[in-house]
């Protein structure tokens, strides 16, 4: 089954970190592109960070020196370690893919169910 699963979401007061995580199966994971993103209520969904399958990294500027990506691709995982959250981060946060389901095979783009993040002043 394809699928992304996040987890990890919750309330947190400002000032304070999270770390989501995003279960990939039924791709080929080491050839993925992985990102997160988050849509606040009211708005559009935006970039928060992606990963290339060579593990290079882009951030929103609105994250960098605070958000921190990481893959592990023997667990087919991604994960998003989050400090000094303020509440302007309060979003749901959603897991996506770029990938294969099998090898030579053609690229899609998979969502998760997406995991709220709450953070209070």
């Known amino acids: 089954q394809v699928q992304l699963v996040e987890s990890g979401g919750g309330l947190v007061q400002a000032g304070g970190s999270l770390r989501l995580s995003c279960a990939a199966s039924g791709i080929i994971f080491s050839t993925a592109s992985m990102g997160w993103y988050r849509q606040a209520p009211g708005k559009q969904r935006e970039l928060v960070a992606v990963?290339?399958?060579?593990?290079?990294?882009n951030y929103a500027d609105s994250v960098k020196g605070r958000f921190t990506m990481s893959r592990d691709n023997a667990k087919n995982m991604v994960f998003l370690q989050m400090n000094s959250l303020k509440p302007e981060d309060t979003a749901v946060y959603y897991c996506?893919?770029?990938?294969?389901?099998?090898?030579?095979?053609?690229?899609?783009?998979?969502w998760g169910q997406g995991t709220q993040v709450t953070v209070s002043s």
């Open positions: 996506h893919a770029n990938a294969v389901r099998e090898w030579f095979g053609p690229k899609n783009d998979l």
């Open positions: 990963m290339t399958s060579g593990g290079s990294t």
